[in-house]
């Protein structure tokens, strides 16, 4: 029995008089915790009461059909424009919210920037493009400037004839 007696008793207290401390610090903590305030709850109200006032002010679902018409129309009649001529290719992304972003961003840096949605393979996917540009020249021009200072890797979308 090796090491067996050769500690002093005082280790042992030393121990003791430890977890002594840490429980009293336990019960201190438990002690000064501080009730809660009836207006740090009220927030759970306030949401509902903001649930309830947006559900007002929604339209009637008939002008929102009417609008969804509208967009796919022009969304359809840039499509048809789009086919006679050149575009750029920037990205396709698969989140639209990404997508919103990114055609905002090129817009504000000048570039005629769009979008719009394509089911592939059974997913979405949302391609953003620049464009229609007239002739080629013009559609190289903005793509070299994506490679050079947006850091895309952009390609041309020839016309369909």
């Known amino acids: 029995m090796v090491g067996r007696g050769f500690l002093p008793n005082t280790i042992e207290s030393f121990s003791f008089i430890k977890k002594k401390i840490v429980k009293d610090e336990e019960k201190k903590k438990n002690e000064h915790v501080e009730p809660i305030k009836e207006d740090e709850l009220s927030f759970y109200d306030q949401l509902v009461d903001k649930k309830e006032k947006v559900k007002k002010k929604i339209p009637p679902s008939t002008l929102l059909k009417d609008e969804v018409k509208k967009i796919e129309k022009t969304k359809a009649v840039q499509l048809k424009e789009d086919t006679r001529n050149y575009n750029v290719q920037v990205a396709a992304l698969k989140n639209k919210v990404k997508t919103?972003?990114?055609?905002?961003?090129?817009?504000?840096?000048?570039?005629?920037?769009?979008?719009?949605?394509?089911?592939?393979?059974?997913?979405?996917?949302?391609?953003?493009?620049?464009?229609?540009?007239?002739?080629?020249?013009?559609?190289?021009?903005?793509?070299?400037?994506?490679?050079?200072?947006?850091?895309?890797?952009?390609?041309?979308?020839?016309?369909?004839?």
């Open 100 to 161: 919103e972003k990114m055609v905002e961003r090129l817009t504000r840096l000048g570039y005629p920037a769009y979008y719009y949605q394509i089911l592939i393979n059974g997913e979405m996917f949302y391609r953003i493009r620049c464009g229609p540009f007239s002739n080629i020249e013009e559609a190289k021009k903005y793509a070299k400037r994506l490679v050079n200072k947006e850091g895309f890797k952009p390609f041309i979308i020839y016309p369909s004839n």
